[in-house]
């Protein structure tokens, strides 16, 4: 059955979709029994050389033309970025055309909004790819495990931070070094912000734990540490406790409320998390009914995210050739989401203080004026100076920053040179 597609955007993922569409054409139509015929195609440089050749026609830098032509049936978004793909997004559900997109930024800004006018039109709005690029995640959350209680969702949904952040760990490089390596080869944006800050990652969390929990978790309520204070010194430090650094989408669902948080993290060096190297993401899934589930491969890449979006064609397609209203798989309840002050977490921090007796005494009394116990604490370096290493059992991230405000206040303590969130437990140093 032939299915009449538009396509908003033939950039890199554009191009990688387009030539599996004209290359493939023939296995798709055999494997799925659709005949996919694309339309029209938006772009916002006509004259631009492009990878694929389209025939005369198709090409146009009228998004909106894309949208309201008649012939196409199916809209695939794929152009980035919040205006105007939102508006044309949503003008294609309320013209009753399902949607395909690849845009987290659009989806984690705007999924509620746009979710509610995919109900209301009775069409399918997939976005697997926005998550996480090739890996298949947003359908196990939102379909296969779409009864189940969902606990926690821990990420590695960012492979620029992780390729700066594996070889730190394995070449002991700083972290400029690592980037300026990360951008040479294409693995980093010239301007990194986006990845490097861990925006780009929280956009995916919010989605992750949306899907995850079952109530809508906006974009701003996700706490954000980036990567580009990590220092050699404590990836160094993690490696010989048996740890390895990553920068982490952590989503919890306890009594309490919802969490969603993005920061470099200690992972244990037994975790599944721990092995995902380079630009390769990871979901890892934990519910008390299938335990743990892990999802991993590309994260990104014009040919991964290609498959992704390919995949949402056919079932949008089939769903459209089938005639019938979609009701969207999850049903989003009220919920509560917790401020990020009374989120517990265990730390570790690098202190570096005079080599004086008393010193741990006073750094001791601090942590106990705010009610946060230690778990281990051990000293490094010689000279004038000395570096001391903590690790805090897990305690609020108000009565953390409370004590993090009084070690700064301390004659003693030179620099509060680090502070990285542990996941799990934490390390016990043979002392
Ligand atoms: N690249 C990845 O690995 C990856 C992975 C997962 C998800 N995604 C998501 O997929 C989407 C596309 O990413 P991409 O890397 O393919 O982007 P890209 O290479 O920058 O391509 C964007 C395309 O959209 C067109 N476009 C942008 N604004 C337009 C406008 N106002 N009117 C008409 N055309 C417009 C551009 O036209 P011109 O070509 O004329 O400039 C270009 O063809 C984004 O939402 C991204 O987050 C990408």
Same mark, same amino acid.
């Not at 909106?64 to 105007?84: H, K, Y």
């Not at 980093?188 to 978790?217: H, M, Q, Y």
């Not at 517990?344 to 116990?373: C, I, K, M």
């Given at each position: ?65 894309v949208v ?64 996480a ?8 959350l %939102?379909?296969?495990?779409?009864g ?65 929990f079952?109530?809508?978790?906006a %974009? ?5 540490e ?43 060096g ?18 008390? %009914? ?21 995949g ?21 309840q ?40 230690i ?42 040179a680090?502070?990285?969130?542990v ?9």
């Amino acid at each position: 059955m032939r299915v009449g597609i538009g396509i908003l955007g033939f950039g890199t993922v554009g191009g990688a979709l387009l030539r599996k569409l004209i290359d493939e054409n023939a296995s798709i139509s055999t494997k799925t029994g659709l005949e996919i015929d694309v339309v029209r195609v938006a772009v916002r440089d006509t004259a631009r050389e492009r990878p694929v050749n389209l025939p005369a026609g198709v090409l146009t830098d009228d998004p909106m033309e894309v949208v309201g032509d008649p012939e196409v049936q199916l809209v695939v978004e794929i152009m980035g970025g919040e205006d105007p793909a939102g508006d044309l997004v949503a003008a294609a559900l309320r013209a009753r055309k399902p949607v395909v997109t690849a845009n987290k930024a659009l989806i984690a800004a705007r999924g509620k909004e746009l979710i509610g006018i995919a109900e209301e039109a009775g069409v399918p709005l997939l976005f697997e790819a926005a998550v996480a690029g090739g890996i298949p995640i947003i359908r196990p959350l %939102s379909e296969t495990l779409a009864g189940e209680q969902i606990d926690r969702v821990l990420g590695i949904v960012n492979g620029t931070t992780n390729y700066i952040l594996t070889k730190m760990t394995e070449e002991g490089a700083e972290y400029k070094v690592a980037l300026a390596e990360a951008q040479e080869l294409g693995f980093a944006e010239s301007d990194p912000a986006a990845d490097v800050s861990g925006a780009d990652a929280a956009a995916k969390a919010a989605i992750l734990a949306s899907l995850a929990f079952g109530t809508w978790v906006a %974009s701003d309520r996700v706490y954000v540490e980036g990567i580009d204070r990590v220092d050699a010194t404590d990836v160094r430090i993690a490696t010989e406790l048996g740890f390895v650094i990553k920068l982490l989408a952590v989503a919890e669902n306890t009594a309490e409320g919802i969490s969603v948080r993005v920061h470099p993290t200690f992972v244990p060096g037994d975790h599944p998390l721990a092995v995902i190297r380079g630009a390769t993401n990871a979901v890892f899934v934990e519910g008390p %009914s299938f335990d743990e589930l892990l999802f991993a491969g590309p994260g990104a890449g014009g040919a991964p995210t290609a498959t992704a979006v390919l995949g949402d064609v056919v079932d949008a397609a089939r769903e459209l050739l089938a005639g019938a209203e979609v009701a969207p798989p999850i049903r989003f309840q009220p919920g509560r989401v917790l401020d990020f002050e009374a989120v517990a977490t265990t730390w570790y921090l690098r202190l570096e203080v005079v080599d004086r007796p008393g010193v741990l005494a006073q750094v001791a009394g601090v942590f106990a004026d705010n009610e946060v116990s230690i778990k281990s604490v051990w000293q490094e370096g010689e000279d004038d100076g000395a570096t001391l290493l903590l690790v805090t059992h897990a305690h609020t991230e108000g009565r953390q920053r409370a004590s993090l405000e009084g070690l700064r206040a301390l004659d003693v303590v030179r620099d509060v040179a680090a502070v990285i969130r542990v996941e799990g437990a934490g390390p016990t140093p043979n002392l």
